[in-house]
Structures are given as C-alpha cells and as structure tokens.
C-alpha cells in the first residue's frame, strides 16, 4: 500500500475514535484539554501550577502521556488527584484509541475537567484529534519567534497559546509583541497567555479563562 494512503487511513481511522471519545466524554459531562509542545517547554509545570488554581473549584483528571517514563505522572500524583500513565513506547504522538483505553482506568464521571499531556513535539500530535474540547499548546520563550511559522499546524488548531518561561525573557531574543503579531497571521481566535510556571505568573489568567469556557459549556 503507498505510504501516503496508510497515513490517511490511519488519520480516518483516528478521527473516527475521536467522535467516540468525543461523545464519551459529553455523556461523562468532563471537559478535555489536549496539551501539546516540545520536550521540555514547560507542560506538566504549567499543568501542576493549573491544577493547584483550579483543584478547590473542579474535579480534575490527567491523562500523562510519554515515550517510556512515569516521571511526569509521579508529580502529578503528588497534587491528589487521579491520573493515568501512557507509555507509548516510541510513538511521537497520543491518538484517540490509546486516551480511550486509559479514560477506562479514571472514575470519568466525577472529573470535570481532563488533562491529556501530550508527547513533546510540535508535529505529529497536532494531526491526532484525542475528541478534546480545548487544544492548548505551550511554548517557552527560550524557543524562539519563528515556531508559528515552521509549525503552522499546530499553531492554527491550537485555541490557546501559553508563552512559558517568561521568567527568562531578559536572557532571550523572544519578541513578545512580534509572536502576538504572527498568531494573528495564523490563528487569529488563538488566546495568548505570557506564564511563568516558576514564578506563577500569568498562572490565574489560564486558570479563569478555562474555568469559564467549562462553565459555558456546562450550561
Ligand atoms: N525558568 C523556568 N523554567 C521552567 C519554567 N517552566 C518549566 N521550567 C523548567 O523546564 C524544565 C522542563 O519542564 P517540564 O514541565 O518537565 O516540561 P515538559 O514540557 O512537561 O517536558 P516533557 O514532558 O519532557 O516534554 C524543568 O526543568 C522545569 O523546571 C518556567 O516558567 N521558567
Ligand atoms: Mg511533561
């Protein structure tokens, strides 16, 4: 079979356990965000500062995805609250059918809002819808300004953009006004959030900006 028809049976294959997942997770009344950048960017800081924000308020759960650690999901453990460890063994992306099998192992209808990290890159998981109500994408600025530019599809389907690291602007060329003037190029409707996951700032701004799109959903 030529490469370029498996791919595309594999993307249809996928889309259609996303519409499962999708319905799963209406009828389960949980809200899903799909966390995605490069290794080392900052997602499960970011995700442990959110969590910390929202956990007196919502009932959350965490999918972690990695190649072959626990790592991340030990210090998500720690904040108490149930998460679930995929190893995808080499695998550069999560696809719909793996996050259906590990939602199995997570008292579903008691969590409001689900966190899936996705594996570190900015390719292949923006092509794996997961059914999640909100994409939101992480990037630091140790990355540089051009990442929206090389990885456009990312950036298009992303619904919120985190600027991490913001800490370290000083120390970097990052352009804060420059990268804000490329997503509206690219993905207009994107929300920018400039964070620190070290320092916590800009932490409360993604927390209220989820809290009230789960509660607008909800209604
Ligand atoms: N200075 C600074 N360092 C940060 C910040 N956020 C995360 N880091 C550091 O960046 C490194 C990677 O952070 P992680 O949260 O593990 O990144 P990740 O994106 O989850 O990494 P993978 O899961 O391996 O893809 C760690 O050493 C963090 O302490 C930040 O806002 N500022
Ligand atoms: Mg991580």
Redesign the pocket.
């Known amino acids: 079979m030529p490469k370029i028809d498996l791919v595309a049976g594999l993307l249809d294959a996928n889309e259609m356990l996303a519409e499962q997942n999708r319905t799963l997770f209406k009828q389960s009344k949980v809200f899903t965000v799909n966390l995605m ?12 500062k959110i969590i910390s924000s929202l956990k007196d308020k919502l009932l959350i759960g965490v999918v972690e995805g ?1 190649l072959y650690t626990t ?2 999901a030990e ?1 998500i453990e720690k904040l108490d609250v149930p998460t679930v460890q995929i190893n995808t063994k080499g695998e550069c992306h999560l696809d719909a059918g793996t996050v259906r099998k590990a939602c199995l192992d997570l008292p579903l209808h008691q969590i409001d809002l689900l966190f899936i ?1 996705n ?2 890159n900015l390719v292949c998981p923006a092509e794996f819808d997961l059914g999640e109500n909100a994409r939101l994408m ?1 990037i ?1 600025v140790t990355e540089g300004n051009d990442k929206p530019w090389k990885y456009p599809l990312m950036f298009r389907r992303a619904d919120a953009i985190i600027v ?5 602007i000083n120390y970097t060329d990052f352009d804060l006004k420059q990268f804000t003037e490329d997503m509206t190029n690219i993905n207009q409707a994107a929300k920018i959030f400039p ?5 916590s700032s800009g932490i409360s701004d993604i927390a209220d900006w989820l809290y009230k799109k789960i509660k607008k959903q909800a209604k």
């Open positions: 950048g490069v290794p080392g960017t900052g997602k499960t800081s970011i995700l442990e990695d790592t991340d210090r990290e594996i570190g992480v630091s991490n690291k913001t800490d370290l964070a620190s996951a070290t320092t």
